[in-house]
Nanobody, 115 residues
Framework: VQLQASGGGLVQAGGSLRLSCLAS????????MGWYRQAPGKQRELVADISNSGVPNYADSVKGRFTISRDNAKNTVYLEMSSLKPEDTGVYYC??????????WGQGTQVTVSS
């Protein structure tokens, strides 16, 4: 599975961004898709993920502000981010998890939220 993330950028606090992640390759094996982020000097953390059947899961820090969605026909997962805060700054990584638990990671896209 190859994952190509896009949509990061620089935005002011309170603004919005949409991240996209296109999966290719052995997509039939994908079960869960999601997004992690890593801020400078911090560990990588789960932001949100979504099951093959569309059930989302969010980190407490983004609930009510971020929405994850998935278009299986387009092999794409999206992360709509609104009411962005400076603490949302980091590199956002797309991840896919197969039914056997194997993970694939995308290359990461930078999100910077200025105060």
């Amino acid at each position: 599975v190859q994952l190509q993330a896009s949509g990061g950028g620089l935005v002011q606090a309170g603004g919005s961004l949409r991240l996209s992640c296109l999966a290719s390759g052995s997509i039939f094996s994908i079960n869960v898709m999601g997004w992690y982020r890593q801020a400078p000097g911090k560990q990588r953390e789960l932001v949100a993920d979504i099951s093959n059947s569309g059930v989302p899961n969010y980190a407490d820090s983004v609930k009510g502000r971020f929405t994850i969605s998935r278009d299986n026909a387009k092999n794409t997962v999206y992360l709509e981010m609104s009411s962005l805060k400076p603490e949302d700054t980091g590199v956002y990584y797309c991840v896919s998890v197969s039914s056997s638990g194997f993970q694939h990671w995308g290359q990461g896209t930078q999100v910077t939220v200025s105060s």
